[in-house]
């Protein structure tokens, strides 16, 4: 079956340490996306990559940082830098080219305490 | 400042009847419009998309209507049934596509009553 993955689905960490959340796709899409929800607020957008090795920055940005390896996969690590993390991520991706929407994973809701 | 924005927090509708969700924009460079749906703590679903070369397309029991002058657009779902009770989010994008990340709204809590 083809689709989005996202681990761990519920994930808890201390203030202070860096942790990293996993996204694999295998729907041969070119581009993948990271959003963030937070209650009662639409998705807003981190970090996008258009294709491997090559990413951009989103509308918040700021206190995470991505890699592109391969094309399946584009993890996102919250660092310590990050004043809010307590939210839920949800990782997308799509063909990227032309009229294209973009396929959403089952996110990951992470806790920092 | 929110380029897309849905002003209805929440929605009820009874079950058969028609269920009309609104969405504003204000950036006239978005060219192409979804919606999705949203179970809580589910990643988001989508449902039905339009370009702004057109003003109205149909998928089943989803259509969606866009007013470009107006910069509105509109999905509605006939007939409601209990299973399409959910957040839906409003999206826009710029150049026909979406590869530079999608914009949403806040979303419309849907509730079909019985």
């Known amino acids: 079956d083809g689709g989005i993955t996202q681990s761990p689905k519920y994930l808890f960490r201390k203030e202070g340490q860096n942790v990293t959340l996993s996204c694999e796709q295998n729907l041969n899409h070119d581009a993948m996306y990271w959003y963030r929800q937070d209650p009662g607020q639409g998705l807003r957008l981190i970090y996008y990559?258009?294709?491997?090795?090559?990413?951009q920055k989103g509308d918040i940005a700021e206190g995470y940082s991505v890699s592109r390896e391969k094309k399946e996969s584009f993890p996102l690590t919250v660092t310590s830098a990050q004043k809010n993390p307590t939210a839920f991520y949800l990782c997308?991706?799509?063909f990227g080219q032309g009229v294209s929407e973009q396929y959403f994973g089952p996110g990951t809701r992470l806790t920092v305490t | 400042d929110q380029q897309v924005k849905q002003n209805s927090p929440s929605l009820s509708v009874q079950e058969g009847r028609i269920s009309i969700l609104n969405c504003d924009y204000t950036?006239?460079?978005?060219?192409?419009f979804l919606w999705y749906k949203k179970y809580p703590a589910e990643g988001p679903t989508f449902l039905i998309s339009i370009s702004s070369i057109k003003d109205k397309n149909e998928d089943g029991r989803f259509t969606v209507f866009l007013n470009k002058s107006a910069k509105h657009l509109s999905l509605h779902i006939v007939p409601s049934q209990p299973g399409d009770s959910a957040v839906y989010f409003c999206a826009a994008s710029f150049s026909g596509g979406g590869a530079d990340g999608l914009t949403f709204g806040k979303g419309t809590h849907l509730i079909i009553q019985p």
């Open positions: 950036n006239s460079m978005f060219d192409y």
């Open positions: 997308a991706s799509s």
């Open positions: 990559s258009q294709i491997v090795n090559d990413f």
